[in-house]
Structures are given as structure tokens and as C-alpha cells.
């Protein structure tokens, strides 16, 4: 085996090509993850301002991390556990909802939050019972169906979650409909949508429901920062032999007879591997890094058709005042309208909405002793909202993945700086005094988040978590290429840290041939805690992360 063979290649080091490669690499196979990027962790990485303020990309608060839940344990099977420390958000509202007319707090289990909305809307009272009794049934029923010695015996699941079967795969919007729910307690239900990024009309009650509980058991943000999860997968898969190489951009997959061999790097290089894991986007790897003469007509026309998820605009705000004095461990949801579902269509029009959806958060709250984030008396806080896909409305051309140079584009930039003072605008009704206060101010738009992850229509959810695009609509690990699989937001498991995390141990386990899953839920540690590098009191995880093999 020479330098450029290797067992796995991994494209991409965001949390599911990182999980997938530190799994596969202790388990022996000779493993390379290529990143465009100069820092690793796709969608859960930083970057710093001012040597002052650090930012995270997509860690705002994550699901399943509490003790024995499923982040911690497939973390553990790397030996991970003890080094990432997931902090709680407020037991007694980790989200403050706002909606025209109502705050409402979401807290720590169903009947807490139960209470909250009744306590809100009390002329709702008997509406709210009927939608959470059947949200609660469609979680409970779930669960039984996932015990059921064989959970493909529909007469089993018929009796055995009855409600699951009646109402998982029905939109929200008829549940509500069906309960008689008005307008304002719908609102504060889906103003948290922005999560999962699908119109309400679109949105399985399964979803709504397992969204809701994943964080209603517990809500959770890494000690030290989004950049810690990356950086200590980066050591896990070192310590066990893998490779990590940055700034490395892959220009092609290549296949032979129908069957992976490797992959031509953007300087013309050729890597070989029997296996390759694309952590990319999915219309790219598909369609363009593959190609459409190497897959068939009905899978290039299946993976066209997916419809991506709405990518966000995000406000960056250094602020010199320390929120903590004002804020509990929270989360933001501010929406300027009742009409959730009229804010989607608008965007899905092309349209900038004229009332705006967004989630306010700043890591220096959620994590205050961690003096990266921002220093003493000062925030990192950051406001992000939907806004239309694809070039048009930037006044761009082709995009940055076809090379266009859009930084100096003053249609772009005046666009970009009006929407900015528009998303300040909004989130000065949660912060009155928030302009006075502001001494950093960046954004970064659809745009933006296609040239460093080249994500179609600059979504970083990939395809969109809609009823049509569920479960086994979804793509699956492996592809109909011989050695070729996915894994990441537009897979199975879905987006988010939790959902790319899992996804990616679904990966290995499928191209490993073994349950690796069940393996940690019986406690087996495929990487022995020994073996990695002590972190000393200047351990940085951003610069853990910038170091390339």
C-alpha cells in the first residue's frame, strides 16, 4: 500500500464524516478525511473576531446529550466522554418563545410544558389537553413499536400504537385543525420550526413530536464551545491511525464498472480507496462529483427532485454587555407573525418574508466560563433567520462552487447590510438597548454558506425534513455504487449535531457489517481513553482543529 492508498476516504469533516471516519479508523481500516475548509467541522465549527468574540456556525443547543442518552454514549465509544461536557440550558425554559401577544417559557418535560401553554392560553386550555395528548401517544407508541420483536408486522403496530399509525404521518396543520388550536398557542408550537426548517403544511406530526420531546428531556451546549466536538473527534481519528487533511478539495469520485476506486483532488491528485464516505452535500456528490453517467436515470431524476431544506441568514453581534445579568441559559424564539405558515410560503416564493422568523443565542450565556466565547461584560450573540435558496435574489450569477467571486458585488453587499439592519431591528424588541451596545456586526448569507460547504441553495440541512421526504424516502448509507456511501444531514438520521452524529455511526456500522450502535449501548469503547493527547489548560479546540496531516 503506497501513500495514496488507502482502506476509507472520508469527504468532508463535518460531525458525520468525522464520526463515521474515527469509528471506522479504530476499527482498524486505514482512513484519510479530506476538507476544503482550513479548519475541521463543517456546520459545527467557529470562527473568532477581534481576538475577542468566537461564534459558532450551527451548534446552538443540542438534543440527547444528557447522561446514557445517545450523543455521550457514541461519543464514549471513542473514548470521548470524559473530554466533551455538555452544559444544561435552563431546566425551566431552555427556549422563550415570542410570538405577537404571548412569551411563552418550554422547560423541561411534557407536563411542564403543558402547564406553560396552559397557563398562557387558558381560552385554549382543552384544545392544548387534545394536541399534547396525542403528540405524548405518538412519542409512547414509537417507543413501543421500536421494542416489537418484529416491527415490520403492521397488525403489531396497528394494536400496539394505534394513534402513531392514525396521526405520525399527517401534517401538523390538521392536527391543530383536528384539536381546534388558536392561532396564537399554533404559533408558539411551531415558532421553534426554524430547527428542522420544513413548513408547517410539510411537517409529520412525528416530527413535531419527536422534536419537542428530544429537548423537553433535556437541552444541552458543549463546554468550551462548538469547535470541541470536532476537535476531539480530530484526535480520536488520529489516535487510531486515520489521517485529517485540510485546505484539500475533491474535484471527482472516481468509478470504474460500476464500483468506487478512489477519488481526483482539486490539484489533479489521485487518492485510491475501495470506500469512500461523501459527507458533502448530496446533489454534489451525486450528480456532479459522481456524475450522471455512473448512476441510473430514476436514482439521477430521485436525487434532482429532493427539495433542500430553507438555508438562514445569520447576524453576528460582539456586544459590550454581559446578557447573562438579563437572561437565564436560553434560547430565543421571536416570530413578528401568527401566520407561521404564510412566513415559509413567502420564502418558498423567493421572497424576503416581511415578518421574520428567528432564533436569538449567544454561547457566552449558555457557557460563561469559557472566556473565548467572549470576554468578561461582553456576548457573542447571534440572530438567524429563513431566507430564500439560490443566487437570484443576491444578485449573483453562477456561485461561489462555480467560482464566481461575489465579495465586491455592491448589489450583494447592499442587500446583505439592509437585511442586517432588518434582523438587528427585530431582535432589539428582545434587547432594547441593543444598538448602543454593539461593537462587532458581520453576516453571512445563503451564499456565504455555499462556498465553504458547497451546499446547494446554501442550506445547511440538507434535503428537507418534509412528509414526502421521510424515513425511507430518504437516502439510506449505502448507495448503488459499489463502495460509495453517504452520510450526513441529507441521510436517514437527518440534520443537526445530534442527527449527523448518529448518522454517521450508521455509516460506519453499514460499511463495517456490524451493529456498532448496539455495541456502545453495551458499553464497548472502540478507542481507549489512554491513547489520546492530554489536554493541558491552553488545550484550544480551534486550533486542535486547523492542524493538517
Known amino acids: 500500500m503506497t501513500a495514496n492508498d488507502w482502506d476509507v476516504i472520508v469527504i468532508g469533516s463535518g460531525l458525520g464524516g468525522l464520526t463515521a471516519g474515527a469509528y471506522l479508523s479504530a476499527l482498524g481500516q486505514r482512513t484519510l478525511v479530506l476538507e476544503k475548509h482550513y479548519l475541521a467541522g463543517g456546520n459545527a465549527s467557529v470562527f473568532r473576531r477581534l481576538h475577542k468574540f468566537e461564534f459558532d456556525v450551527g451548534v446552538h443547543y443540542l438534543a440527547e446529550c444528557g447522561p446514557g442518552a445517545a450523543i455521550p454514549r457514541i461519543l464514549g465509544g471513542l473514548g470521548l466522554d470524559e473530554r466533551i461536557e455538555f452544559l444544561e440550558l435552563d431546566p425551566e425554559g431552555f427556549d422563550t418563545i415570542v410570538v405577537p401577544g404571548a412569551t411563552v417559557k ?47 408486522d403492521f397488525a403489531r403496530v396497528v394494536e400496539v400504537a394505534p394513534t402513531l399509525v392514525r396521526w405520525g404521518m399527517r401534517p401538523v396543520t390538521e392536527l391543530f385543525d ?44 458543549p463546554r468550551g464551545g462548538g469547535q470541541v466536538i470536532a476537535a476531539n473527534l480530530v484526535e480520536a481519528l488520529r489516535a487510531t491511525g486515520g489521517e485529517i487533511r485540510l485546505r484539500t478539495g475533491v474535484q471527482k469520485i472516481l468509478v470504474e464498472d460500476g464500483a468506487v476506486t478512489g477519488v481526483c483532488l482539486a490539484d489533479g491528485e489521485v487518492l485510491r480507496a ?4 461523501s459527507n458533502g452535500d448530496l446533489k454534489r456528490t451525486m450528480l456532479d462529483l459522481v456524475g450522471r453517467e455512473h448512476v441510473s436515470a430514476a436514482t439521477a431524476e430521485r436525487i434532482g427532485g429532493y427539495r433542500m431544506a430553507l438555508p438562514f441568514f445569520v447576524v453576528y453581534l460582539g456586544l459590550d454587555i454581559d446578557l447573562r445579568e438579563r437572561w437565564p441559559r436560553t434560547n430565543y424564539w421571536l416570530s413578528e407573525s401568527l401566520d407561521i405558515e404564510g412566513i415559509y410560503q413567502q420564502t418558498f416564493s423567493g421572497e424576503v418574508p416581511e415578518k421574520l422568523l428567528l432564533l436569538i443565542t449567544a454561547g457566552s450565556v449558555k457557557d460563561p466560563g469559557t472566556h473565548t466565547l467572549a470576554p468578561v461584560g461582553c456576548t457573542a450573540l447571534q440572530a438567524m433567520t ?24 455592491r ?17 432589539s424588541a428582545v434587547i432594547p438597548d441593543l444598538r448602543e451596545h454593539i461593537v462587532w456586526k458581520e453576516a453571512s448569507t445563503p451564499i456565504t454558506h455555499e462556498r465553504y460547504t458547497s451546499s446547494t441553495g446554501g442550506t445547511s440541512y440538507g434535503i428537507e425534513l418534509a412528509l414526502d421526504q421521510l424515513g425511507p424516502n430518504r437516502p439510506g448509507a449505502k448507495t448503488e455504487i459499489d463502495g460509495l456511501y453517504l452520510t450526513g444531514a441529507s441521510t436517514g438520521t437527518g440534520h443537526g449535531i445530534s442527527g449527523v452524529i448518529k448518522g454517521g455511526i450508521a455509516t460506519a456500522s453499514t460499511v463495517a457489517g456490524r451493529d456498532l450502535m448496539a455495541e456502545v449501548r453495551s458499553g464497548t469503547r472502540f478507542v481507549d481513553p489512554a491513547r489520546l493527547p492530554a489536554h493541558g489548560p491552553q488545550w484550544d479546540p480551534w486550533e486542535a482543529s486547523r492542524i493538517s496531516d
Do not use: M
Open 106 to 152: 418550554v422547560p423541561y418535560g411534557w407536563e411542564n410544558y403543558r402547564r406553560n401553554l396552559v397557563e398562557a392560553f387558558p381560552d385554549d386550555e382543552s384544545a392544548l389537553h387534545r394536541c399534547l395528548d396525542i403528540l405524548e401517544a405518538v412519542i409512547r407508541e414509537g417507543q413501543a413499536v421500536r421494542a416489537l420483536e418484529n416491527p415490520n
Open 178 to 221: 383536528h384539536c381546534e388550536l388558536g392561532a396564537r398557542p399554533r404559533a408558539v408550537l411551531l415558532a421553534q420550526g426554524p430547527a428542522y426548517a420544513t413548513p408547517p403544511s410539510r411537517t409529520a406530526v412525528v416530527l413535531e413530536a419527536g422534536f419537542l420531546d428530544g429537548y423537553l428531556k433535556g437541552a444541552h451546549y
Open 274 to 277: 475501495p470506500v469512500v464516505i
Open 386 to 409: 429563513l431566507v430564500p435558496p439560490g443566487h437570484a435574489l443576491w444578485h449573483v450569477a453562477e456561485g461561489p462552487v462555480a467560482g464566481e467571486r461575489y465579495h465586491r458585488n
Open 411 to 427: 448589489d450583494y453587499r447592499s442587500l446583505k447590510d439592509e437585511f442586517t439592519e432588518r434582523v438587528v431591528d427585530a431582535v
